[in-house]
């Protein structure tokens, strides 16, 4: 099967690996290509340069014709691929939308805070470019 997505995730992250590894689980076509922003063979250049500390502030999925998708969007369109693409209909609803975008958003600026981790400068240290 084409590769219809690329999902870049945070590997590092107990609930962002926890969903990967549901969304992997359900990929039974093989259409989403995982790859952790973690690994120390990250390569930006590979993945339309975006950048480890990019990456790290908002999930970001690249689609089979180059579009770069980010947050919840990368998680509606792969649950569409596995098959499960109800569970984001509230997306679609005009008025909860924003709402759950919003909520979203928190989420993935205080997410290192509340799963334990290190500040991103911490992270960086190792990882991002000079």
């Known amino acids: ?70 947050g919840l969007d990368v998680l509606a369109y792969s649950y569409e691929l596995v098959g499960l693409g109800w569970v984001y209909y509230p997306l679609k609803i005009k008025f909860l939308s924003p709402i759950l975008r919003m909520v979203y958003k928190y989420w993935a600026k205080y997410r290192l805070q509340i799963t334990g981790r290190p500040d991103i400068e911490k992270l960086c240290t190792s990882q991002c470019e000079r």
């Open 1 to 70: 099967m084409k590769i219809k997505l690329t999902f870049l995730f945070d590997g590092g992250c107990p609930l962002c690996l926890r969903e990967t590894n549901f969304l992997k689980k359900r990929d039974i076509l093989n259409q989403i290509f995982f790859i952790d922003i973690n690994s120390k063979d990250y390569n930006q250049s590979l993945f339309n340069d975006i950048s480890y500390s990019e990456a790290m502030s908002n999930l970001h999925g690249i689609k089979e014709n180059g579009e770069i998708i980010r």
